[in-house]
Each structure stands twice: as C-alpha cells, then as structure tokens.
C-alpha cells in the first residue's frame, strides 16, 4: 500500500513565476491538507481540500490555490513566487470519517525561488 | 489562538543519556496532541499521540503524557541513540488541521 505521494521532489523557479506542485492521498483516503515549512521552522497550514472543496484555509494569501481532483489526487499552485515562498511543501492525508490525528505526510515538495 | 510552544534548541546529549523536550500548548476545546519527528532531508513521521487528558503515548522508547492541568505533553526517552539525532515537532489537532511547534533539533554523539 502505497503512502502519500508528491511529485516532482525539487524545484527552482524564478520570482515572479507559477509553479504546480502535486499530491497522491494514501489509498483509502479521501481529505488533502498542504502545509508550508520554511527552513528551520514548523509546518504551516495552508488549506485543506475534501470533496473538490476547500473546506479550511490557514492565513496564507490567493497566491496560493489548489484543487482536488474526483480520486482525490490534490494539486496545490503559487502564483507569482516571491522569495520569501521557498520552503517545503508538505501534503498530508487523512479519511474524514476517521480518527481526527490520523494524518499521514508525504516527503515533501522542495521549492526554491530564485 | 490555538498554538504551541516548545523548547528551543539545539539540544546535544551524549548516547544513552535521558532526553527531555518541554511542550505546552493553548488550546479550545479538547485537542489532541502529537508528537512528530523529521530526519535530515526527510518528511514528517508521526512518533507518538495521546487523544485525551492522562493519556501516554509510546512508541520506539519515546514516551508523552497528556496534562491537561499543566497544558503540557513533555517527550521523554530514557536511553538516546545516534540515530535519534533529528527535529521533533509537538503539535495539536484543531478541526482536523495540524497546528506544529516550531521544533526542536536533537543531536547524539556517540
């Protein structure tokens, strides 16, 4: 049973660019979360997406969106990077109907702006 | 708001020395706590949770009791090892959204 996916693992862009970054749930899950973690601190909430939806939104602002596709795969985008965006990005899966902890993280997406 | 607050680090210890790793959290409601670890280059692992007041948590040596009364969930080990050494995050649940601390990194030497 594969866990939670994303892809690609690095990535440099430039300010000013968009970037997608994307999410497989582990099988069985049906709720995405993305986080944010800058160099040396903790993760951050972004949103979190359940049925197509956003259903939760951290203070992060419109730059960032996602979507949720209907076999529950996420995409989360940045538009117009600024520097300050550089960090791992980290998604996180969980069933909706089950235990509110079981949140499972995946790698990590490195995003570097130049 | 919701938030955590752990000690900051770097934290040293010699191998086989006993680890202690102060959190306490504030929080509405009932939350559940964690404790999650990241090795170099790595994602998130969860180490170890406690869903209610009272509870411990185990796991690999690591231990944690939920104090409601103290607002705390202290990770605890005994015995560390080499390949202990990494960042540890205590964090809470808040309507199904992880709220972490902002880690604190363990070195061992041997």
């Known amino acids: 049973d594969a866990g939670v996916t994303q892809s690609p693992t690095h990535l440099i862009k430039t300010r000013g660019q968009q970037v997608t970054l994307r999410c497989s749930p582990k099988s069985g899950h049906d709720t995405v979360s993305w986080y944010q973690q800058a160099l040396g601190q903790g993760p951050q909430f972004i949103f979190q997406?359940?049925?197509?939806?956003?259903?939760q939104r951290g203070n992060f602002p419109d730059r960032f969106s996602g979507h949720q596709f209907p076999n529950y795969s996420s995409e989360l985008n940045v538009n117009a990077l600024l520097l300050g965006d550089s960090a791992l990005y980290l998604c996180?899966?969980?069933?909706?109907?089950?235990?509110?902890?079981?949140?499972?993280f995946g790698p990590g997406t490195r995003l570097t702006v130049t | 708001g919701n938030s955590v607050t752990q000690m900051e680090g770097p934290v040293t210890l010699s191998e086989e020395a006993f680890l202690t790793i102060n959190c306490t959290y504030t929080a509405t409601g009932y939350p559940s706590l964690f404790w999650y670890v990241q090795y170099p280059g790595e994602g998130l692992q969860l180490l170890l949770k406690?869903?209610?007041?009272?509870d411990k948590g185990s796991n690999k040596g690591f231990e944690a009791t939920y104090r409601k009364e103290t607002t705390s969930f202290h990770l605890e080990k005994g015995s560390v090892q080499v390949s202990d050494s990494a960042v540890y995050f205590c964090a809470l649940t808040h309507y199904d959204k992880v709220i972490f601390g902002p880690g604190t990194s363990l070195s061992v030497i041997p």
């Open positions: 997406y359940y049925e197509e939806e956003e259903r």
């Open positions: 406690a869903t209610k007041a009272d």
């Open positions: 996180a899966s969980s069933f909706t109907s089950g235990p509110p902890y079981e949140q499972y």
